[in-house]
C-alpha cells in the first residue's frame, strides 16, 4: 500500500485528532475535515491555535519530524497584546524559563500583519491596547509552548497561526483544506527519514483538494 503525506489547514476550535464519535461538547475534529483512512497527525496544534498540520500513513517519517533530537524548525505567526521592542523579544532569542524548562533560542522579528483569513469567531481587541505580529520559529513543540514564551515576556498571545513545518508551507491553503504533498515536497521527507541503503516507499503524484 502507498503511504500518504498530507497537508491540512486546520481552522480555530478544532481538536487535532480523529475519534470516532463527536466529542461530548461537540467540538470539531480532524474527521469532520478528513475522511482518508489510516494518517495520522505528526505533532498537534492546540484547539484554539491554527495552520499547518502534517499527516502520513508512515510512521518513520511522524517519528523523525516529531523527535526533539532532530530539531525540525516550525514557523509560527503569532499576535500579540501590546507592541514589543527588540529588547523586549530578546530573551526569546536567547531561551527563557517556562514551568521550570529552559526553551532553545528561537528565530523571532516583528512582521506587519499578514494576510490571513478572518478566525471565526474574531479576537476579543481591547481598543485601548494595540496588537502586534511576530514570526516565532522554534526546533521544539512542547503543550502551549509558544504562548508560554509570549506570555513569559509580557506579551500574552492573542492568536496563533502555524505557516511551515521545515520546507512546508501553508500557502494556497484554506481554513479546512487539506492536498496530498506534491513530489518536490515529499522527497526531501523521504531522503532524510530513510538511509540510502534502505528502499523508500513510494510516494504519491497527484494532489488533492476536499
Do not use: C
Not at 34 to 52: A, H, K, Q, T
Request: proline residues 10%; aromatic residues 10%.
Amino acid at each position: 500500500m502507498t503511504d500518504r503525506y498530507l497537508l491540512f489547514y486546520k481552522p480555530y476550535d478544532v481538536l487535532s485528532q480523529f475519534t470516532g464519535e463527536k466529542t461530548p461538547d461537540d467540538r470539531f475534529t480532524l474527521k469532520d475535515f478528513i475522511s482518508v483512512p489510516n494518517v495520522y497527525p505528526v505533532g498537534r496544534l492546540d484547539r484554539d491555535s491554527e495552520g499547518l498540520m502534517l499527516l502520513t500513513s508512515n510512521g518513520r517519517v511522524q517519528h523523525w519530524l516529531t523527535d526533539p533530537k532532530f530539531a525540525h524548525p516550525r514557523t509560527y505567526w503569532v499576535q500579540v497584546e501590546r507592541i514589543p521592542t527588540e529588547a523586549d523579544l530578546e530573551p526569546l532569542r536567547q531561551g527563557v524559563t517556562i514551568q521550570n524548562y529552559r526553551t532553545r533560542p528561537a528565530q523571532v522579528k516583528l512582521l506587519t500583519e499578514p494576510d490571513l483569513p478572518p478566525r471565526e469567531p474574531p479576537i476579543r481587541f481591547r481598543k485601548s491596547v494595540p496588537t502586534a505580529w511576530l514570526e516565532l520559529t522554534l526546533t521544539e513543540g512542547r503543550n502551549r509552548q509558544v504562548r508560554r514564551m509570549t506570555a513569559s515576556i509580557g506579551f500574552p498571545t492573542l492568536r496563533l497561526v502555524r505557516v511551515a513545518i521545515g520546507h512546508l508551507r501553508l500557502e494556497e491553503l484554506k481554513p479546512g483544506q487539506w492536498r496530498d504533498l506534491t513530489s518536490t515536497e515529499l522527497a526531501p521527507l523521504l531522503q532524510k527519514s530513510f538511509p540510502k541503503s534502505q528502499p523508500q516507499p513510494r510516494s504519491n503524484s497527484f494532489r488533492k483538494r476536499n
